[in-house]
């Protein structure tokens, strides 16, 4: 009984400061801003518009932080709502036509300034270089929710279970999407 | 899965793509799992898949960590400026256009009040013109009666016998009653 009571009071802490943490949004900013620009990027393609996806995605996390009950981790709910302007972007017929002809792609030599400096030799450098691209471009060759799926889960780490909450898919069309995207990289990597 | 897994290893004798994909997640089956530690070249596939993964991972979070975000702001400015040009949103403005729908109400309604107040005046006769109508009806009595008080005084003055006159032009009495007009009074 005493269990049950001191774990529900953890629950509640966990639910306040979660809900605290909305109000700060400096904070919210400084922490969250990386992961749901990275999830977006990765998900449109562009990392212009992805810029302006998630200040939208923060601006209505801020303006609706009301709505937030705690019941996942903000991280969860900021996905949640990236997601939704994606996907709502997606929809728009324009972007379609505008995605081909004016996206501003993340171009593979500024990723690659990011990968690890232990590759030291200009030929490791090259070679990480190189299986950089390969990913990348297995990426955009995916379908909107395998490339989803295979974001939150190989870059944000998270389980198939928040994965399932963040989009809005049951556990198996998440896992499903999940074994189609590996499969589709794999067999990009393999081409070479 | 466990059952039709093994059977494709045996078959083919290397991991198949569902079997690759659930180990690359980290959604572990048993059989798979002793295979792809046994067999070298599942190993290294599944290594190299794992490595160019996070790599690029990491890469990513490198990335997205230096495109430090506006201070908010900032971010509220260039979002207000975005607002003013698209459909606004905000609670602010939505409280705005209600507070705008209210006073157009009230400006309708007072219109209307005024119009409806106007247009029942015109049907009720004023109490300056029922005073006009009062003075008027007034003046027309005292007239009929001026004009009553006259003709009986001319009644009476050509009603007086005047016998040396008729005498002196040989008129009868009869004749000149004829002969005299009878002036009516006026009735209102």
Redesign the interface.
């Known amino acids: 009984m005493q269990m049950a009571i001191g774990t529900s009071i953890i629950h509640l802490k966990e639910r306040v400061n979660a809900i605290s943490e909305l109000d700060d ?2 904070e919210l ?2 922490l969250y ?3 749901v ?2 999830y977006v ?2 998900s449109t393609g562009d990392k212009d518009l992805a ?1 302006s996806i ?3 995605c ?2 209505k996390a801020y ?1 609706g932080r009301a709505s937030f009950r705690g019941e996942c981790a903000v991280s969860t709910w900021l996905i949640g709502i990236a997601n939704n302007l994606v996907r709502d972007q997606l929809r728009l017929k324009k972007f379609q036509f505008w995605r081909k002809a004016n996206a501003t792609s ?1 171009d593979v030599t ?3 300034s ?3 400096s232990a590759e030291s030799s200009p030929e490791k450098r090259l070679l ?1 270089r190189e ?2 691209e ?3 471009e297995a990426l955009e060759g995916l379908s909107v929710n395998q490339r989803k799926v295979f974001l939150l ?3 944000e780490e998270w389980t ?1 279970d928040e994965i399932a909450t963040m989009t809005g898919m049951p556990i198996n069309t998440v ?1 499903t999407h ?3 995207a ?2 589709a ?2 067999s990009k ?1 393999g081409e070479r | 899965m466990s059952h039709t897994g093994t059977l494709e290893m045996e078959t083919a004798g290397h991991l198949s793509d569902e079997q690759f994909a659930g180990l690359a997640s980290g959604l572990e089956c048993a059989e798979a799992a002793a295979h792809g530690l046994a067999c070298a070249q599942c190993r290294e596939e599944l290594e190299a898949f794992g490595g160019a993964v996070r790599e690029f991972g990491g890469a990513a979070r490198g990335w997205s960590e230096s495109r430090s975000p506006m201070s908010w702001q900032q971010q509220m400015r260039k979002a207000s400026r975005k607002q003013t040009a698209a459909a606004p949103v905000s609670t602010s403005r939505r409280r705005l256009v209600a507070a705008s729908c209210a006073m157009a109400a009230a400006a309708v309604l007072a219109v209307g009040a005024a119009a409806w107040t106007h247009r029942e005046a015109a049907t009720v006769v004023p109490p300056t013109a029922l005073a006009y109508t009062d003075g008027h009806e007034l003046d027309r009595a005292t007239e009929i009666a001026q004009d009553n008080a006259l003709m009986r005084d001319v009644n009476v003055a050509i009603s007086r016998d005047d016998a040396s006159a008729m005498r002196a032009y040989g008129l009868t009495v009869a004749g000149r009653q004829q002969a005299r007009p009878n002036l009516e009074m006026r009735s209102q």
Do not use: G, H
């Open positions: 949004i400096d900013v400084r801003w990386p992961r620009l990275r990027t990765f810029e998630t200040q939208d923060f601006l303006n993340l500024e990723l690659a990011f990968l690890p990480a299986r950089t390969q990913v990348r889960k190989f870059f198939l896992k999940l074994y189609r590996v499969s990289i794999r990597m």
